[in-house]
């Protein structure tokens, strides 16, 4: 999952994928219902992915890892590792990207440039609690992180597990991404590999997929979703899961889904 969500976010996808497979979910560091550590870098995501992986597969075992934003970024980061080319049947990549995310980002509205990468440096490393879920923190999130067409429960629940996160942690965390660099992760990531985005995506922008695609070793196709923000397993949960479930069938032998 991504950065202040945590499992939950993809709530439709364990419960429509567990009825005819395993699915393994967990919450990245300080998130959700896993404690925080003072080691917040792009190794120690790779590090939990690998340690999930070691614990939940079995010797031989391979599974699909969907990851969206900075779980996408846990997959690049851990690209290099062993465990990782050893478990992976396939890989799934929504909504991410591997550098350049300040940068690139458009969710502060004026023209690419210095000015526009401070400002968004400043609103997405805000130290400020986000408070209670209230109609205009409805708003703003719905701006920042979704499409124009989000259904109102869509928002309310990303609401919900946004500003659940504690406050220490997205700030922790921000200052990680504002630094990401995983571009030669991209480039070792040699798995099937499919990559999803919304057009509306103001916080990783469609130029950030087409840059993983053309960066990866084995990309099996980009989807990119008219209208859709930034939580595309949240915003079209059908298309994900069936994105996941066709990655399964074509290049993972046993039926696990992680």
């Given at each position: 999952?991504?950065?202040?969500?945590?499992?939950?976010?993809?709530?439709?996808?364990?419960?429509?994928?567990?009825?005819?497979?395993?699915?393994?979910?967990?919450?990245?560091?300080?998130?959700?219902?896993?404690?925080?550590?003072?080691?917040?870098?792009?190794?120690?995501?790779?590090?939990?992915?690998?340690?999930?992986?070691?614990?939940?597969?079995?010797?031989?075992?391979?599974?699909?890892?969907?990851?969206?934003s900075m779980g996408g970024m846990t997959v690049m980061a851990a690209a290099t590792r062993k465990n990782l080319r050893?478990?992976?049947?396939?890989?799934?990549?929504?909504?991410?990207?591997?550098?350049?995310?300040?940068?690139?980002?458009?969710?502060?509205?004026?023209?690419?440039?210095?000015?526009?990468?401070?400002?968004?440096?400043?609103?997405?490393?805000?130290?400020?609690?986000?408070g209670p879920v209230t109609p205009v923190a409805r708003r703003i999130l719905r701006y920042g992180t979704m499409g124009?067409?989000s259904a109102p429960h869509m928002v309310e629940a990303c609401a919900r597990i946004v500003h659940a996160c504690p406050?220490?942690?997205?700030?922790?965390?921000?200052?990680?991404?504002?630094?990401?660099?995983?571009?030669?992760?991209?480039?070792?990531?040699?798995?099937?590999?499919?990559?999803?985005?919304?057009?509306?995506?103001?916080?990783?922008?469609?130029?950030?997929?087409?840059?993983?695609?053309?960066?990866?070793?084995?990309?099996?196709?980009?989807?990119?979703?008219?209208?859709?923000?930034?939580?595309?397993?949240?915003?079209?949960?059908?298309?994900?899961?069936?994105?996941?479930?066709?990655?399964?069938?074509?290049?993972?032998?046993?039926?696990?889904?992680?």
């Amino acid at each position: 999952h991504g950065w202040t969500c945590s499992t939950a976010f993809w709530a439709a996808q364990i419960r429509d994928l567990a009825v005819d497979h395993r699915v393994v979910a967990y919450d990245q560091r300080g998130h959700g219902r896993s404690p925080a550590s003072p080691a917040c870098s792009v190794d120690a995501l790779a590090d939990d992915l690998e340690a999930v992986l070691e614990a939940t597969l079995a010797p031989g075992e391979k599974a699909v890892i969907a990851g969206h934003s900075m779980g996408g970024m846990t997959v690049m980061a851990a690209a290099t590792r062993k465990n990782l080319r050893e478990r992976a049947a396939a890989v799934l990549l929504c909504s991410t990207g591997s550098s350049r995310l300040v940068a690139e980002s458009t969710v502060v509205p004026i023209r690419p440039g210095r000015l526009r990468t401070w400002l968004t440096q400043r609103v997405l490393g805000s130290r400020a609690p986000l408070g209670p879920v209230t109609p205009v923190a409805r708003r703003i999130l719905r701006y920042g992180t979704m499409g124009p067409g989000s259904a109102p429960h869509m928002v309310e629940a990303c609401a919900r597990i946004v500003h659940a996160c504690p406050r220490k942690v997205r700030y922790a965390w921000s200052q990680v991404l504002d630094l990401l660099d995983l571009d030669h992760g991209v480039r070792s990531l040699d798995v099937p590999t499919a990559v999803v985005v919304g057009t509306a995506d103001r916080l990783t922008p469609p130029v950030q997929a087409r840059a993983l695609v053309a960066a990866l070793p084995h990309c099996v196709g980009l989807t990119e979703l008219p209208g859709v923000g930034h939580m595309t397993p949240v915003e079209a949960p059908d298309l994900v899961t069936g994105t996941i479930r066709d990655l399964v069938m074509t290049y993972a032998t046993l039926k696990e889904g992680a």
